[in-house]
């Protein structure tokens, strides 16, 4: 247990549906972040969250939407997404200033 | 990109001491280097970190050199259950950028 909860942890989804996947933690890290896994690839980052302002985009496609309401909370909606995104969406949060980083346990996305 | 190399896989003897090579020529002078590891896809779980000096907790130790362009994860005794992609990182703290790893086999 990290302290860093996602949720859902599996989730199966048609091309032409709208999820949200969201993540959440109570550690008081100011520093959040997206990253995708593939099938036997490494991990990709995504989207970086500093104080809820975004501040990496790594030139994800528009159908995956970030959102930060708040330091605790991290969301990414997805839209009309293709088989390809099928892949483990990790989240993860730090301190900052040289601290570590701490993983949830992801959710598995299927897209059909 | 990933700033580190690491050997795609190794073996290592249950109860056996293994060490993990990283090679990051290029780390900057306030970079740390992290060490993370993943088993059976879950979540990355983290090691160890340190900046110059070398670094021990429960779960590994951490040997820098002392030019930083190298290190070593050391796993004192081995278990099956350190069988995982171990993920050597250097970063300001923010940007966790992972690269492809080393495999690591805990053999019986």
């Known amino acids: 247990e990290t302290g860093v909860t996602q949720t859902p942890r599996h989730l199966v989804m048609g091309m032409t549906n709208k999820k949200s996947l969201k993540c959440e933690q109570h550690l008081g890290h100011n520093a959040m972040y997206w990253y995708k896994q593939s099938a036997k690839k490494p991990l990709e980052l995504m989207f970086v969250y500093n104080f809820k302002e975004q501040t990496e985009n790594n030139s994800v496609p528009s159908r995956f939407s970030p959102e930060c309401p708040n330091s605790s909370h991290l969301f990414l909606h997805l839209h009309t997404l293709q088989p390809e995104d099928s892949a483990l969406y990790l989240c993860?949060?730090?301190?900052?200033?040289?601290?570590?980083?701490?993983f949830g346990q992801g959710t598995r996305l299927t897209v059909v | 990109d990933a700033k580190t190399t690491q050997p795609p896989s190794m073996d290592c003897a249950e109860g056996r001491a293994a060490n993990l090579p990283c090679n990051h020529s290029?780390?900057?002078?306030?970079?740390?280097v992290y060490w993370y590891r993943q088993i059976h896809s879950q979540g990355p779980q983290y090691i160890i970190h340190g900046l110059k000096n070398n670094e021990t907790n429960e779960m590994a130790s951490l040997i820098i050199t002392e030019d930083r362009k190298s290190s070593t994860l050391i796993l004192p005794h081995a278990t099956l259950r350190d069988t995982a992609v171990y993920y050597c990182i250097v970063s300001y703290g923010q940007n966790f950028v992972f690269g492809p790893g080393t495999r690591l086999s805990v053999l019986p």
């Open positions: 993860a949060s730090s301190k900052g200033g040289g601290r570590e980083a701490f």
């Open positions: 290029t780390i900057s002078g306030n970079e740390y």
